[in-house]
């Protein structure tokens, strides 16, 4: 049996917090090797919006940039700030 690819599988919230902080603003402009879904996209940046990790225009808040320091997922780098 095939399995899905773990970009499928997982939370995109970390990927696209790191993706931010690199300076890269359109995350489904990028050449995955195997895309996520936009749905996927769309639910890690809601989720860094209401982290306050990016601002409503999807743009990395310098609360985003001090949680990118963190090997943890946003969630837990959030608590800890």
Known sequence: ATQLPEIHRTNLAT???SIKA????QALSLD???PPSP????HAAT??????AVDA?????S???SMSRFPLDP???RTLL
């Open 39 to 42: 749905r996927a996209i769309a």
């Open 32 to 34: 995955w090797v195997d």
């Open 47 to 52: 989720q860094l919006y209401l982290l306050e």
């Open 75 to 77: 969630r837990l780098s």
């Open 15 to 17: 990927a696209l917090l």
């Open 57 to 61: 225009d999807g743009n990395l808040t």
């Open 63 to 65: 609360l985003g940039a």
């Open 22 to 25: 690199m300076g890269i603003s």
